[in-house]
Protein backbone atom coordinates (compact mmCIF):
# COMPACT_ATOMS: atom_id res chain seq x y z
CA UNK A 1 0.00 0.00 0.00
CA UNK A 2 1.37 3.37 -1.13
CA UNK A 3 -0.06 6.33 0.87
CA UNK A 4 -0.20 9.51 -1.00
CA UNK A 5 -1.18 12.70 0.63
CA UNK A 6 -1.54 16.30 -0.49
CA UNK A 7 -1.83 20.17 0.27
CA UNK A 8 -0.93 19.91 3.84
CA UNK A 9 -0.38 23.63 4.52
CA UNK A 10 -1.72 22.90 8.59
CA UNK A 11 0.25 19.63 9.47
CA UNK A 12 3.66 19.43 11.20
CA UNK A 13 6.11 16.41 10.62
CA UNK A 14 6.69 14.14 13.21
CA UNK A 15 10.14 14.74 14.99
CA UNK A 16 12.05 12.45 17.38
CA UNK A 17 14.42 13.35 19.42
CA UNK A 18 17.83 12.34 19.39
CA UNK A 19 21.45 13.98 19.53
CA UNK A 20 21.42 15.80 16.34
CA UNK A 21 17.78 17.13 17.03
CA UNK A 22 18.90 17.97 20.02
CA UNK A 23 22.05 20.09 19.26
CA UNK A 24 20.42 21.79 16.48
CA UNK A 25 16.79 22.19 17.02
CA UNK A 26 16.18 24.82 14.62
CA UNK A 27 16.32 22.21 11.79
CA UNK A 28 13.01 20.61 12.34
CA UNK A 29 11.49 23.48 13.20
CA UNK A 30 12.55 25.26 9.72
CA UNK A 31 11.12 22.67 8.02
CA UNK A 32 7.77 22.57 10.03
CA UNK A 33 7.85 26.24 8.98
CA UNK A 34 8.29 25.80 5.18
CA UNK A 35 5.37 22.98 5.55
CA UNK A 36 3.02 25.55 7.41
CA UNK A 37 3.70 28.32 4.84
CA UNK A 38 0.99 29.28 1.92
CA UNK A 39 3.49 27.94 -0.94
CA UNK A 40 3.59 24.34 0.56
CA UNK A 41 1.44 22.12 -1.98
CA UNK A 42 3.21 19.04 -1.57
CA UNK A 43 2.40 15.25 -3.34
CA UNK A 44 3.99 12.98 -0.09
CA UNK A 45 4.67 9.41 -0.78
CA UNK A 46 5.06 6.89 2.05
CA UNK A 47 5.85 3.28 1.02
CA UNK A 48 6.01 0.95 3.60
CA UNK A 49 7.34 -2.39 2.85
CA UNK A 50 8.82 -5.98 4.06
CA UNK A 51 11.24 -8.61 3.19
CA UNK A 52 11.67 -12.17 4.77
CA UNK A 53 14.95 -14.10 3.61
CA UNK A 54 16.24 -17.73 4.23
CA UNK A 55 19.81 -18.16 3.88
CA UNK A 56 21.94 -21.39 4.59
CA UNK A 57 25.91 -20.68 4.82
CA UNK A 58 28.75 -23.15 5.52
CA UNK A 59 30.30 -20.13 7.39
CA UNK A 60 28.06 -18.14 9.13
CA UNK A 61 30.49 -15.88 10.92
CA UNK A 62 33.35 -15.72 8.29
CA UNK A 63 35.51 -17.65 10.63
CA UNK A 64 39.36 -19.60 9.37
CA UNK A 65 38.06 -22.88 7.58
CA UNK A 66 38.83 -25.21 10.23
CA UNK A 67 36.66 -23.14 12.64
CA UNK A 68 33.71 -22.72 9.80
CA UNK A 69 29.87 -23.35 11.45
CA UNK A 70 26.77 -23.79 8.83
CA UNK A 71 23.67 -23.43 9.57
CA UNK A 72 20.32 -21.56 8.77
CA UNK A 73 19.60 -17.47 8.79
CA UNK A 74 16.19 -16.72 9.23
CA UNK A 75 15.77 -12.22 8.54
CA UNK A 76 12.70 -10.53 8.64
CA UNK A 77 13.28 -6.79 7.54
CA UNK A 78 10.07 -4.25 7.66
CA UNK A 79 11.08 -0.81 6.27
CA UNK A 80 9.92 2.90 5.00
CA UNK A 81 10.39 4.90 2.14
CA UNK A 82 9.25 8.78 2.63
CA UNK A 83 9.88 11.25 -0.29
CA UNK A 84 7.50 14.77 -0.78
CA UNK A 85 8.37 17.85 -3.29
CA UNK A 86 7.10 21.29 -2.77
CA UNK A 87 7.97 24.26 -4.39
CA UNK A 88 10.32 24.90 -1.11
CA UNK A 89 11.02 21.39 0.41
CA UNK A 90 12.29 17.90 -1.13
CA UNK A 91 12.53 15.14 1.45
CA UNK A 92 13.59 11.54 0.91
CA UNK A 93 14.24 9.05 3.14
CA UNK A 94 14.06 5.49 4.14
CA UNK A 95 14.62 3.26 7.11
CA UNK A 96 15.23 -0.25 7.59
CA UNK A 97 14.90 -2.94 11.02
CA UNK A 98 16.34 -6.31 10.39
CA UNK A 99 15.83 -9.14 12.94
CA UNK A 100 17.81 -12.40 13.00
CA UNK A 101 17.06 -15.70 14.36
CA UNK A 102 19.05 -18.43 14.08
CA UNK A 103 19.23 -22.70 13.78
CA UNK A 104 22.37 -23.02 15.91
CA UNK A 105 21.44 -20.99 19.33
CA UNK A 106 25.05 -21.20 20.20
CA UNK A 107 26.30 -19.75 17.42
CA UNK A 108 28.74 -17.34 18.36
CA UNK A 109 30.12 -13.94 16.92
CA UNK A 110 26.72 -13.07 15.13
CA UNK A 111 24.42 -10.11 15.72
CA UNK A 112 20.55 -10.44 16.86
CA UNK A 113 19.47 -7.05 14.69
CA UNK A 114 20.46 -4.54 12.19
CA UNK A 115 19.43 -1.23 11.84
CA UNK A 116 20.27 1.55 8.46
CA UNK A 117 18.78 4.82 7.61
CA UNK A 118 19.63 7.04 5.21
CA UNK A 119 17.74 10.89 4.75
CA UNK A 120 18.22 14.17 3.22
CA UNK A 121 16.06 17.25 3.13
CA UNK A 122 16.53 20.61 0.96
CA UNK A 123 14.74 23.72 1.89
CA UNK A 124 14.20 27.00 0.63
CA UNK A 125 13.62 29.01 3.40
CA UNK A 126 13.70 32.66 1.19
CA UNK A 127 13.97 32.20 -2.33
CA UNK A 128 16.75 32.78 -3.92
CA UNK A 129 18.49 33.89 -0.97
CA UNK A 130 18.62 31.72 2.22
CA UNK A 131 18.48 27.25 1.71
CA UNK A 132 18.84 24.78 4.21
CA UNK A 133 20.26 21.24 3.24
CA UNK A 134 20.09 18.27 5.89
CA UNK A 135 21.31 14.42 5.94
CA UNK A 136 21.17 12.08 8.09
CA UNK A 137 22.34 8.32 7.57
CA UNK A 138 23.41 5.54 9.71
CA UNK A 139 24.87 1.81 7.88
CA UNK A 140 27.34 -0.93 9.15
CA UNK A 141 31.11 -0.11 8.41
CA UNK A 142 33.90 -2.53 8.15
CA UNK A 143 36.60 -1.61 10.75
CA UNK A 144 39.66 -2.81 8.70
CA UNK A 145 40.37 -3.37 5.26
CA UNK A 146 42.07 -6.59 6.25
CA UNK A 147 39.49 -8.16 8.15
CA UNK A 148 36.34 -9.69 6.04
CA UNK A 149 34.08 -7.92 4.82
CA UNK A 150 30.80 -9.40 5.99
CA UNK A 151 28.04 -10.64 3.03
CA UNK A 152 25.35 -10.44 5.53
CA UNK A 153 24.84 -7.64 8.31
CA UNK A 154 23.92 -10.93 11.14
CA UNK A 155 28.20 -11.55 11.10
CA UNK A 156 29.75 -9.10 13.63
CA UNK A 157 33.36 -9.32 13.18
CA UNK A 158 35.36 -6.50 11.28
CA UNK A 159 32.17 -4.13 11.50
CA UNK A 160 30.56 -0.96 13.59
CA UNK A 161 27.52 0.73 13.02
CA UNK A 162 28.42 4.34 11.68
CA UNK A 163 25.34 7.19 12.33
CA UNK A 164 25.98 10.36 10.31
CA UNK A 165 24.27 13.79 10.23
CA UNK A 166 24.79 17.21 8.75
CA UNK A 167 22.93 20.72 8.73
CA UNK A 168 24.14 23.39 6.32
CA UNK A 169 22.07 26.32 6.19
CA UNK A 170 23.72 28.70 2.89
CA UNK A 171 22.63 32.00 1.20
CA UNK A 172 22.75 31.63 -2.22
CA UNK A 173 22.09 34.60 -4.83
CA UNK A 174 23.12 35.72 -8.52
CA UNK A 175 23.55 39.27 -8.55
CA UNK A 176 22.28 40.10 -12.53
CA UNK A 177 24.74 38.30 -14.76
CA UNK A 178 28.02 39.34 -12.94
CA UNK A 179 28.79 37.26 -10.04
CA UNK A 180 27.05 34.80 -8.59
CA UNK A 181 27.23 34.30 -4.50
CA UNK A 182 27.05 30.77 -2.10
CA UNK A 183 27.93 31.34 1.75
CA UNK A 184 27.47 28.39 3.53
CA UNK A 185 28.32 27.01 6.94
CA UNK A 186 28.03 23.47 7.77
CA UNK A 187 27.79 21.52 10.76
CA UNK A 188 28.23 17.52 11.12
CA UNK A 189 29.22 14.77 13.16
CA UNK A 190 29.91 11.29 13.23
CA UNK A 191 29.62 8.75 15.93
CA UNK A 192 29.07 5.10 16.33
CA UNK A 193 32.75 3.93 16.58
CA UNK A 194 33.67 4.22 20.10
CA UNK A 195 34.00 0.29 21.09
CA UNK A 196 36.07 -0.25 18.30
CA UNK A 197 38.82 2.73 18.66
CA UNK A 198 36.94 5.74 16.21
CA UNK A 199 36.09 8.43 18.36
CA UNK A 200 32.77 10.42 17.67
CA UNK A 201 33.70 13.82 15.91
CA UNK A 202 31.61 16.81 15.01
CA UNK A 203 32.66 19.17 12.70
CA UNK A 204 32.02 23.27 11.45
CA UNK A 205 32.72 24.45 7.93
CA UNK A 206 32.78 27.64 6.80
CA UNK A 207 32.89 28.28 2.86
CA UNK A 208 32.60 30.75 0.91
CA UNK A 209 32.40 31.01 -2.97
CA UNK A 210 32.11 33.66 -5.77
CA UNK A 211 31.78 33.09 -9.86
CA UNK A 212 31.32 34.60 -12.56
CA UNK A 213 28.35 35.16 -14.02
CA UNK A 214 26.89 34.61 -17.37
CA UNK A 215 27.98 38.16 -18.71
CA UNK A 216 31.73 36.53 -18.73
CA UNK A 217 31.67 34.79 -22.16
CA UNK A 218 34.93 33.99 -23.29
CA UNK A 219 36.49 34.42 -19.63
CA UNK A 220 35.15 33.10 -16.31
CA UNK A 221 36.34 33.36 -13.04
CA UNK A 222 35.78 31.90 -9.57
CA UNK A 223 37.21 32.29 -5.66
CA UNK A 224 37.08 29.19 -2.99
CA UNK A 225 37.77 29.88 0.76
CA UNK A 226 36.60 27.21 3.44
CA UNK A 227 37.15 27.31 7.19
CA UNK A 228 37.25 23.89 9.38
CA UNK A 229 37.40 23.02 12.28
CA UNK A 230 37.09 19.68 14.02
CA UNK A 231 36.86 18.06 17.56
CA UNK A 232 37.42 14.58 17.43
CA UNK A 233 37.68 12.12 20.78
CA UNK A 234 41.14 10.67 19.97
CA UNK A 235 43.09 13.39 17.30
CA UNK A 236 42.03 16.42 19.40
CA UNK A 237 41.05 19.32 18.28
CA UNK A 238 42.01 20.01 14.39
CA UNK A 239 41.76 23.13 11.81
CA UNK A 240 41.94 22.84 8.11
CA UNK A 241 42.08 26.06 5.66
CA UNK A 242 41.91 26.07 1.81
CA UNK A 243 41.56 29.06 -0.54
CA UNK A 244 41.89 28.87 -4.35
CA UNK A 245 41.20 31.15 -7.39
CA UNK A 246 40.71 30.25 -10.60
CA UNK A 247 40.01 31.31 -14.47
CA UNK A 248 38.88 29.95 -17.28
CA UNK A 249 39.37 31.33 -21.45
CA UNK A 250 37.07 29.72 -23.80
CA UNK A 251 39.37 29.11 -26.58
CA UNK A 252 37.21 27.63 -28.89
CA UNK A 253 32.99 26.46 -28.72
CA UNK A 254 33.62 23.35 -27.40
CA UNK A 255 37.56 23.85 -25.27
CA UNK A 256 38.45 25.75 -22.53
CA UNK A 257 41.47 26.34 -20.46
CA UNK A 258 41.50 26.29 -16.90
CA UNK A 259 44.18 27.73 -14.77
CA UNK A 260 44.23 28.07 -10.42
CA UNK A 261 46.58 29.65 -7.65
CA UNK A 262 45.46 28.80 -4.06
CA UNK A 263 46.78 27.67 -0.55
CA UNK A 264 46.42 25.17 2.18
CA UNK A 265 47.20 25.03 6.18
CA UNK A 266 46.46 21.91 8.08
CA UNK A 267 46.76 21.65 11.80
CA UNK A 268 47.23 18.25 12.97
CA UNK A 269 49.92 15.74 14.90
CA UNK A 270 52.56 15.70 13.04
CA UNK A 271 55.96 14.26 13.57
CA UNK A 272 57.18 17.93 14.04
CA UNK A 273 59.45 18.78 16.67
CA UNK A 274 56.72 19.41 19.30
CA UNK A 275 56.19 16.04 20.62
CA UNK A 276 53.47 13.23 19.74
CA UNK A 277 51.46 15.03 22.20
CA UNK A 278 51.73 18.42 20.84
CA UNK A 279 49.84 19.87 17.45
CA UNK A 280 52.96 21.41 15.36
CA UNK A 281 53.06 23.05 11.99
CA UNK A 282 55.87 22.16 9.30
CA UNK A 283 56.68 23.08 5.81
CA UNK A 284 55.07 19.86 4.72
CA UNK A 285 51.74 20.80 6.86
CA UNK A 286 50.86 24.17 4.67
CA UNK A 287 51.73 25.41 1.17
CA UNK A 288 50.53 26.91 -2.01
CA UNK A 289 49.10 25.20 -4.95
CA UNK A 290 48.40 25.58 -8.77
CA UNK A 291 47.14 23.88 -11.24
CA UNK A 292 46.40 24.47 -15.25
CA UNK A 293 44.36 22.21 -17.78
CA UNK A 294 41.27 22.31 -19.72
CA UNK A 295 38.09 21.43 -20.26
CA UNK A 296 36.70 19.82 -23.26
CA UNK A 297 33.10 19.26 -24.55
CA UNK A 298 32.29 18.75 -27.94
CA UNK A 299 28.74 17.59 -27.60
CA UNK A 300 25.89 16.82 -24.67
CA UNK A 301 27.37 13.20 -24.56
CA UNK A 302 31.13 13.55 -23.99
CA UNK A 303 32.78 15.55 -21.63
CA UNK A 304 36.65 15.76 -20.27
CA UNK A 305 38.09 18.12 -17.66
CA UNK A 306 41.73 17.61 -16.52
CA UNK A 307 44.75 19.76 -14.79
CA UNK A 308 47.83 18.97 -13.24
CA UNK A 309 49.76 20.67 -10.89
CA UNK A 310 50.92 20.62 -7.40
CA UNK A 311 49.92 20.93 -3.63
CA UNK A 312 52.37 21.57 -0.66
CA UNK A 313 52.44 17.76 -0.37
CA UNK A 314 53.55 16.88 -4.29
CA UNK A 315 52.74 16.93 -7.92
CA UNK A 316 48.92 16.24 -8.36
CA UNK A 317 46.01 16.21 -11.07
CA UNK A 318 41.97 15.71 -11.70
CA UNK A 319 40.52 14.09 -14.26
CA UNK A 320 36.59 13.88 -14.78
CA UNK A 321 35.52 12.22 -18.13
CA UNK A 322 32.22 10.99 -19.43
CA UNK A 323 31.24 9.73 -22.69
CA UNK A 324 27.77 8.13 -23.49
CA UNK A 325 26.07 6.32 -26.38
CA UNK A 326 21.97 5.41 -26.66
CA UNK A 327 23.03 2.21 -24.98
CA UNK A 328 26.41 2.91 -22.74
CA UNK A 329 28.06 5.10 -20.13
CA UNK A 330 31.62 5.30 -19.78
CA UNK A 331 33.19 7.69 -16.77
CA UNK A 332 36.49 7.93 -16.21
CA UNK A 333 37.64 9.94 -12.52
CA UNK A 334 41.21 10.28 -10.55
CA UNK A 335 41.55 12.70 -7.45
CA UNK A 336 44.36 13.32 -5.09
CA UNK A 337 42.71 14.83 -1.67
CA UNK A 338 43.88 15.57 1.60
CA UNK A 339 40.88 13.73 3.50
CA UNK A 340 39.69 11.89 6.81
CA UNK A 341 37.53 8.33 7.54
CA UNK A 342 34.78 10.62 8.56
CA UNK A 343 34.90 12.87 5.47
CA UNK A 344 34.33 9.97 3.87
CA UNK A 345 31.10 8.52 5.59
CA UNK A 346 29.66 11.90 5.36
CA UNK A 347 30.32 12.07 1.41
CA UNK A 348 27.28 10.31 -0.70
CA UNK A 349 28.36 7.49 -3.19
CA UNK A 350 31.28 8.15 -5.39
CA UNK A 351 29.95 6.83 -8.61
CA UNK A 352 26.04 6.64 -8.42
CA UNK A 353 24.09 4.35 -10.78
CA UNK A 354 21.21 6.37 -11.02
CA UNK A 355 22.56 9.20 -11.63
CA UNK A 356 24.15 7.09 -14.59
CA UNK A 357 21.15 6.12 -15.59
CA UNK A 358 19.61 9.01 -15.17
CA UNK A 359 22.39 11.06 -18.43
CA UNK A 360 21.83 7.93 -20.16
CA UNK A 361 17.82 8.09 -19.91
CA UNK A 362 17.90 11.88 -20.99
CA UNK A 363 17.23 11.98 -24.46
CA UNK A 364 14.70 9.40 -23.98
CA UNK A 365 12.65 11.24 -21.07
CA UNK A 366 13.55 15.42 -21.05
CA UNK A 367 10.50 15.61 -18.24
CA UNK A 368 13.15 14.88 -15.32
CA UNK A 369 10.15 13.59 -12.76
CA UNK A 370 9.03 11.18 -15.83
CA UNK A 371 13.26 10.34 -16.10
CA UNK A 372 13.56 9.79 -12.31
CA UNK A 373 10.27 7.03 -12.44
CA UNK A 374 12.06 5.96 -15.71
CA UNK A 375 15.23 5.47 -14.01
CA UNK A 376 13.88 3.37 -10.75
CA UNK A 377 11.66 1.27 -12.68
CA UNK A 378 14.47 0.20 -14.38
CA UNK A 379 16.60 -0.55 -11.30
CA UNK A 380 13.75 -2.27 -9.70
CA UNK A 381 13.41 -4.52 -13.07
CA UNK A 382 17.33 -5.07 -13.96
CA UNK A 383 18.60 -5.93 -10.66
CA UNK A 384 21.58 -3.80 -10.88
CA UNK A 385 23.27 -2.00 -7.51
CA UNK A 386 21.69 1.19 -6.64
CA UNK A 387 25.74 2.28 -6.61
CA UNK A 388 28.74 0.84 -7.37
CA UNK A 389 31.10 -0.66 -4.99
CA UNK A 390 34.15 1.66 -3.21
CA UNK A 391 37.28 0.85 -2.31
CA UNK A 392 36.76 -0.28 1.55
CA UNK A 393 36.84 2.91 4.11
CA UNK A 394 38.62 1.76 6.60
CA UNK A 395 38.38 3.38 10.25
CA UNK A 396 41.37 5.47 11.17
CA UNK A 397 41.53 8.64 12.58
CA UNK A 398 44.49 10.31 10.99
CA UNK A 399 44.37 12.73 8.26
CA UNK A 400 45.60 11.05 4.40
CA UNK A 401 46.66 11.31 1.32
CA UNK A 402 44.38 9.70 -1.08
CA UNK A 403 44.84 9.34 -4.92
CA UNK A 404 41.60 7.39 -6.87
CA UNK A 405 41.60 6.43 -10.27
CA UNK A 406 37.72 4.78 -10.71
CA UNK A 407 35.99 4.05 -13.97
CA UNK A 408 32.49 2.66 -14.85
CA UNK A 409 30.60 1.17 -18.01
CA UNK A 410 27.00 0.99 -17.76
CA UNK A 411 25.06 -0.74 -20.27
CA UNK A 412 21.20 -1.32 -21.12
CA UNK A 413 19.91 -3.12 -23.86
CA UNK A 414 16.71 -4.41 -24.55
CA UNK A 415 16.60 -7.92 -22.70
CA UNK A 416 20.27 -7.27 -20.63
CA UNK A 417 22.15 -4.99 -18.55
CA UNK A 418 26.02 -4.42 -17.27
CA UNK A 419 27.58 -2.75 -15.20
CA UNK A 420 31.04 -2.88 -14.65
CA UNK A 421 33.45 -0.90 -12.15
CA UNK A 422 37.41 -0.72 -11.70
CA UNK A 423 39.56 1.12 -9.07
CA UNK A 424 42.78 1.98 -7.50
CA UNK A 425 43.38 3.35 -4.81
CA UNK A 426 46.56 4.35 -2.49
CA UNK A 427 46.06 6.14 0.83
CA UNK A 428 49.03 7.47 2.56
CA UNK A 429 48.54 8.62 6.64
CA UNK A 430 49.77 12.46 7.59
CA UNK A 431 49.50 12.37 10.55
CA UNK A 432 50.67 10.36 13.76
CA UNK A 433 50.51 6.91 14.42
CA UNK A 434 49.41 7.69 17.89
CA UNK A 435 46.29 9.10 16.46
CA UNK A 436 45.03 5.29 15.64
CA UNK A 437 46.34 3.65 18.82
CA UNK A 438 42.95 3.05 20.20
CA UNK A 439 42.22 1.19 17.17
CA UNK A 440 45.19 -0.95 16.54
CA UNK A 441 47.84 -2.85 18.37
CA UNK A 442 51.23 -1.57 19.30
CA UNK A 443 53.02 -4.10 17.14
CA UNK A 444 50.76 -3.05 13.80
CA UNK A 445 50.67 1.03 14.62
CA UNK A 446 51.89 1.27 10.96
CA UNK A 447 49.25 -0.87 9.32
CA UNK A 448 47.26 1.67 7.60
CA UNK A 449 50.05 4.41 7.34
CA UNK A 450 50.46 3.60 3.38
CA UNK A 451 47.81 1.27 1.70
CA UNK A 452 47.16 0.31 -1.75
CA UNK A 453 43.95 -1.35 -3.06
CA UNK A 454 42.94 -2.07 -6.55
CA UNK A 455 39.70 -4.00 -7.45
CA UNK A 456 37.20 -4.83 -10.25
CA UNK A 457 33.27 -5.63 -9.94
CA UNK A 458 30.77 -6.61 -12.46
CA UNK A 459 26.72 -6.54 -12.18
CA UNK A 460 25.23 -8.59 -15.34
CA UNK A 461 21.23 -9.36 -15.84
CA UNK A 462 19.48 -11.01 -18.70
CA UNK A 463 15.95 -10.95 -18.71
CA UNK A 464 14.32 -14.83 -19.40
CA UNK A 465 10.72 -12.74 -19.00
CA UNK A 466 8.85 -9.57 -18.56
CA UNK A 467 8.71 -10.64 -14.91
CA UNK A 468 11.88 -12.58 -14.84
CA UNK A 469 15.61 -12.52 -14.97
CA UNK A 470 19.25 -13.83 -14.23
CA UNK A 471 21.89 -12.59 -12.83
CA UNK A 472 25.41 -12.93 -12.08
CA UNK A 473 27.48 -10.37 -9.90
CA UNK A 474 31.36 -10.94 -9.27
CA UNK A 475 33.78 -8.50 -7.03
CA UNK A 476 37.72 -8.95 -6.42
CA UNK A 477 39.52 -6.70 -4.58
CA UNK A 478 43.37 -6.59 -3.88
CA UNK A 479 44.47 -4.61 -0.45
CA UNK A 480 47.86 -4.40 0.61
CA UNK A 481 49.73 -2.80 3.24
CA UNK A 482 52.50 -1.17 2.26
CA UNK A 483 54.24 -0.83 5.47
CA UNK A 484 53.49 -4.38 7.05
CA UNK A 485 53.11 -6.34 4.10
CA UNK A 486 49.85 -7.82 5.02
CA UNK A 487 47.33 -8.70 2.06
CA UNK A 488 43.32 -9.44 2.08
CA UNK A 489 42.40 -10.33 -0.86
CA UNK A 490 38.56 -10.66 -1.19
CA UNK A 491 36.81 -12.61 -3.45
CA UNK A 492 32.91 -13.14 -4.47
CA UNK A 493 30.44 -14.91 -7.12
CA UNK A 494 26.78 -14.93 -7.10
CA UNK A 495 24.08 -15.93 -9.48
CA UNK A 496 20.57 -16.15 -9.42
CA UNK A 497 16.95 -15.52 -10.48
CA UNK A 498 14.93 -12.41 -9.82
CA UNK A 499 10.59 -13.03 -10.26
CA UNK A 500 8.29 -10.03 -10.52
CA UNK A 501 5.05 -12.18 -9.14
CA UNK A 502 3.24 -8.99 -9.29
CA UNK A 503 4.13 -5.06 -9.53
CA UNK A 504 4.88 -5.13 -5.64
CA UNK A 505 6.04 -8.52 -5.00
CA UNK A 506 10.25 -9.89 -5.99
CA UNK A 507 11.24 -13.16 -5.54
CA UNK A 508 14.89 -13.82 -5.43
CA UNK A 509 17.35 -17.44 -5.45
CA UNK A 510 20.77 -16.53 -4.68
CA UNK A 511 24.11 -19.10 -4.96
CA UNK A 512 27.30 -17.48 -3.34
CA UNK A 513 30.64 -18.54 -3.05
CA UNK A 514 33.10 -15.84 -1.13
CA UNK A 515 36.45 -15.58 0.29
CA UNK A 516 39.06 -13.31 2.65
CA UNK A 517 41.82 -12.87 4.57
CA UNK A 518 39.89 -14.09 8.09
CA UNK A 519 40.88 -11.38 10.37
CA UNK A 520 44.57 -8.71 11.52
CA UNK A 521 46.45 -10.97 13.08
CA UNK A 522 45.00 -14.42 11.12
CA UNK A 523 46.34 -14.77 7.81
CA UNK A 524 43.86 -17.80 7.10
CA UNK A 525 41.74 -17.02 4.51
CA UNK A 526 37.82 -17.56 5.50
CA UNK A 527 35.22 -19.39 2.30
CA UNK A 528 31.93 -19.92 2.40
CA UNK A 529 29.55 -21.09 -0.08
CA UNK A 530 25.89 -20.05 0.88
CA UNK A 531 21.98 -20.31 -0.31
CA UNK A 532 19.83 -17.40 -0.12
CA UNK A 533 16.01 -17.33 -0.79
CA UNK A 534 13.92 -13.80 -0.73
CA UNK A 535 10.49 -12.28 -0.78
CA UNK A 536 10.00 -9.28 -0.96
CA UNK A 537 6.50 -6.96 -0.43
CA UNK A 538 5.71 -3.60 -0.87
CA UNK A 539 2.53 -2.43 0.75
Given at each position: ??IT?A??P????A??P ?12 AL ?6 N ?9 P ?19 A????V ?8 V ?30 S???Y?A ?13 DA???G ?13 G ?16 P?L????G ?12 G ?37 H??LS???S ?9 VG?R??V ?23 G ?30 A?A???Y ?7 D ?14 A ?5 T ?9 I??A?ML ?21 L??S?L ?10 L ?10 Q ?5 T ?5 A?V??F ?21 S ?13 N?D ?26 N ?18 G?L?L ?17 N????A ?5
Open positions: MTTDLDQRPTRGRAALTFTLTPLAALLLSDCRAQWRVTSVQVRETYSDNISNQPDEQHGGFSEIAPAISTGQTPRLRVSANAEVRKYAYSNNDMGNVRDDRRANAQAVAVKEWLYVTAGTRQPVSAFGPVPNSFAANNGTDIRTWSISSRHSFTTVGLTARFTRDVEGGQGVGFGNSMGSTRALDLQSGPRFTNLGWNVHYSQDAQNGDTTSENSLLYRHQDLSLTSSVGYDKYEFNTTGTGPNVITLSQNDRGRSWSAGFIWAPSARTRLQSGRRFGKTGALASYRTRLTTWTLTYDNVTTRSQFLLPAADTADSLFRSQFPDPVVRQQAVQTYALGPSSIPDPINFSNRYMRNKRLGSFLFGARSSLSVKDRSMALSLQQEDSALLPSQLSLNDDTDQRGISGFYRLSSRSSAHVNLSAINAHSLRTGIDKLRQVSTGLTTHFNAKTITDRHSKGRAGIFDNRDYHEAVVALSVQY
